[in-house]
């Protein structure tokens, strides 16, 4: 098309740097031009982004209206002059351009260019053109957190702001650090000239926005001010002020602010696995460190493997020869605690007597679920009102032990639960305690599993347990070593085996997480065959929250490219009706 009179100066237009069909998936989706957290490209829709020229029409259009015309609250500006406020304002309209080009918040993503890294590098540039005011510089200064004069030896050296590895503070010169209005001036004079002007080879860059880049470089402009304060390399220590340590801390903190933009769709080939020392550790940098792996595993796989998970082996070894003992007892014994005497699906599941993928026949499993009891008499019950009801157990003395075996491993497991919760809210960029007011009764679900080894041609509408996902926040599993049986669906459509690793748990997220999440953590499909020839047993516990609990997506999971995908239902409804759906199969 011709240039109208009207539009820009297309030398002047960002350059979107990427573009359409790169690596296509097959399900519509390609590479984006950003890599994710876990190294690979970012997806985007294989139409994304558009070709130049086509961009180019609809900036113009917009800079024309002074706003996205698809979108008509965004005001757009596109000044001509060099400085880095009118680049970066050409780049914010590229980006309004892109990302509204077929109405409103309908477009392609941003990660679909690399506008976003283009303004990173701006903002980035050093020069004095653009540098902040004094004010600016000093509103914004890293705090020195220290004052000269601890604890003097007498011999010129004083207490420094940090504990050495011998457990005493490091020690400064006496005269050290300088007070924190004299450390500004030194500080505004080195940003407004770009560089550390007492040793001039040494730049200095002062981003004044709040991410988490921008405060770690202006800590690193605060120690060069720091140590350059008197010459070249002439000044006062880092230990003289606590600028490391809030460095380090800052550090442990880069992900992506926007968990919308971290979602994926890898085809993983295998589950994680994570040792789960650390989560009650005092220092936050060990909790986060952990947090963070869990965050990979849940947006990427939604299963990982946790050592380290605090149920004692005897517990386990405890509820794995109860469930021996429950399954062996006569059918007659156990179908007088059928499940479906109960209000809330508790007690005993015949075989085929379950059904969890539609399209399947009834799952070749038999199954004991029980809910939160204390084995303390006098205990007041807590019992949420999604599940509550009283579990159905066999008669102490039809099988002596078994409801203790089985109650004492239920407590660990919940135990391990109330553990995970506040590092799943870390993960979610969530305060620990997110989660505290929405688990104050123990909506766990334990179910003993028995599988039959199935032997001969297999009906793949017949199997352990039908392609499913769980309902819950998450699921902790106890799988009998030795046997392979449990397996998971990757993106690309492959059942990847969860090889049983002695001494381990699995972990994997259900629906709740994946609906608070607007699915950026997956919840993801798996089954169970027993062909090993021998008997199998499994024993999951389901986590949920209170019955009450709206499952509504949390902001940092919606964006633009990513509106809410759920109607939002409330945890125990939700979990109810697709129990109710499971064991329609078997209702009579
Ligand atoms: O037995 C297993 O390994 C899996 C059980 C399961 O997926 C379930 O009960 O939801
Ligand atoms: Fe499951």
Known sequence: APLSRRDVDPALIPQLGFHAGVNPTGTGDCDGAVNGPNGQPIKIPCACPPDQATFNQALNANVAAGKAVNNPSVAVSFPTDGSKASQLARIQTALVTLQNLHG??????AVSSTLQAQQAAINAQPGKRDAPSAAQITAVAPQLDFHSGVNPTGTGDCDGAVIGPNGQPIK???????????????????????????????????????????????????LITLQNLHGPGQGCPAVSSTFQAQQKALHTDTRPLLLANARTDSTFNEIPLIDLLGGNAQDPVVRRELADQIRDACINVGFFYVTNHGIPEPTTAGALHAAKDFFALPLETKTKLGIHKTPNFKGYTALLGENTNPENRGDLHEGFDLGWETLDANALERNDGAMAGENA?????????????????????????????????????????????????????MRLLYY???????????????????????TVLWQQDNIQALQVLNASGQWIDAVPIPGSLVVNLGDQFARWTND?????????????????????????????????ALLSCVSPDAPPKYD?????????????????????
């Not at 080879?201 to 402009?221: E, F, G, K, M």
């Not at 039959?452 to 998450?474: L, V």
């Open 568 to 588: 939002v239902v409330t945890a125990g409804d939700y979990v109810k009706s697709r129990l109710e759906a499971t064991y329609a199969h078997s209702k009579s």
């Open 452 to 474: 039959p080894p199935q032997t001969g041609t297999i009906d793949d509408r017949t199997i352990g347990i039908g392609a499913h996902t769980d309902y819950e926040c998450f």
């Open 520 to 552: 950026v953590f997956k919840s993801t499909v798996h089954r169970a065959v027993n062909r090993s020839g021998i008997a199998r047993y499994s024993i999951p516990l389901f986590f949920g929250t209170d019955y009450d609990v709206r499952l509504e």
């Open 172 to 222: 400064i010169p006496c005269a050290c650090p300088p007070s924190q209005a004299d450390f500004n001036n030194a500080l505004v004079t080195n940003v407004q000239a770009g560089k550390a002007v007492n040793n001039p080879s040494v730049a200095v860059t002062y981003p004044t926005d709040n991410s988490n880049a921008s405060q770690i470089a202006r800590l690193n402009a605060g």
């Open 104 to 109: 409103p918040g309908q477009g392609c993503p």
């Open 393 to 445: 157990w066999p008669k102490e003395a039809e099988l002596p032990g078994f409801r203790k075996a089985a109650l004492d491993y239920y407590h660990a497991a919940v135990r391990l639960g109330q553990y995970l919760f506040p590092l799943f809210a870390l993960a979610l960029d969530l305060p620990e305690n997110f989660f505290d007011d929405k688990i104050t009764k123990p909506a766990a679900i």
